[in-house]
């Protein structure tokens, strides 16, 4: 095969595999090519972190039906039941910030302000994502 048929060929299943649905239950699905991706770790103050996990979950509710979302992930760590880690992905650092914007995030911001003991945001590059269907 030639190159340029080979080339042209890898296109095409890109792109059919781009326009394919997601995928569900057994199936996995890959994601490639740069992703935001919004990690943050977070301290909470002892006694506040079912407050701050509703406030988190009501905000990541919302930012599903945002334009540019991919996904909101908030874990407890087992070691420690006051740090979150906060995964969230986007298109574009665009997106974030549009959803940063929002009144959602805002009321979220203010109403864990004296909640958060410590954050640290790391935005990163998504290089590759593996998401088996859920």
């Known amino acids: 095969m030639?190159?340029?048929i080979k080339?042209?060929?890898v296109f095409a299943l890109a792109i059919?595999?781009?326009l394919q649905p997601s995928m569900r239950g057994?199936?996995?699905s890959a994601q490639s090519g740069s992703l935001y991706v919004n990690a943050v770790d977070i301290d909470v103050a002892?006694?506040?972190i079912d407050q701050f996990?509703?406030?988190?979950e009501e905000d990541a509710a919302t930012a599903v039906k945002q334009e540019g979302f991919r996904t909101f992930n908030i874990t407890v760590s087992k070691t420690d039941p006051n740090h979150v880690f906060i995964f969230e992905v986007y298109d574009n650092a665009a997106a974030l910030e549009a959803h940063r914007a929002t009144d959602h995030?805002?009321?979220f911001v203010a109403a864990t302000k004296d909640?958060?003991?410590k954050r640290e945001p790391k935005p990163l590059a998504s290089v590759a994502m593996y998401v088996k269907g859920m």
Do not use: D, Q, W
Not at 53 to 56: G, R
């Open 53 to 56: 996990l509703a406030a988190v």
């Open 46 to 48: 002892p006694g506040e």
């Open 26 to 28: 057994h199936e996995a």
């Open 115 to 117: 909640m958060v003991v």
């Open 105 to 107: 995030f805002k009321r």
């Open 16 to 18: 059919v595999a781009t």
């Open 2 to 4: 030639s190159r340029s």
């Open 7 to 9: 080339a042209t060929a």
